[in-house]
């Protein structure tokens, strides 16, 4: 079974930076057409793609990496704004040798930006 582990999120002030970690068990079964991205869920709202676009304000002010050699992924959140607030989630993809598609959510991590 795959594992998803975040860390990384806490409080900040507006303005702020905080960097989240997304860190993956290797999983023999399920190791191609690998992918990992991240979500945010706001109180009342539905989870939605972390896009780094300006569709939901991210650009710019949020980067996306990922060290496939160590399954773990980042989120380095600058500037952040109160509307930041939100758990933030990682998303696992891949693909097993039957070409299955199987996506794994981590527990996610809670970011709160204080004004």
């Known amino acids: 079974q795959v594992q998803v582990v975040e860390s990384g999120g806490g409080s900040v002030q507006a303005g702020g930076s905080l960097r989240l970690s997304c860190a993956v068990s290797?999983?023999?079964?399920?190791?191609?057409?690998?992918?990992m991205s991240w979500y945010r869920q706001a109180p009342g709202k539905e989870r939605d793609l972390v896009s780094l676009?300006?569709?939901?304000?991210t650009q710019g002010r949020f980067t996306f990496s990922q060290d496939n050699a160590e399954n773990t992924a980042y989120l380095q959140m600058n500037s952040l704004k109160p509307e930041d607030t939100a758990y933030y989630y990682c998303?696992?993809?891949?693909?097993?040798?039957?070409?299955?598609?199987?996506?794994?959510w981590g527990q996610g991590t809670q970011v709160t930006v204080s004004s």
């Open positions: 676009t300006e569709t939901d304000g």
């Open positions: 290797r999983n023999n079964d399920c190791r191609f057409d690998k992918s």
């Open positions: 998303k696992y993809s891949c693909r097993d040798r039957r070409w299955t598609r199987h996506d794994y």
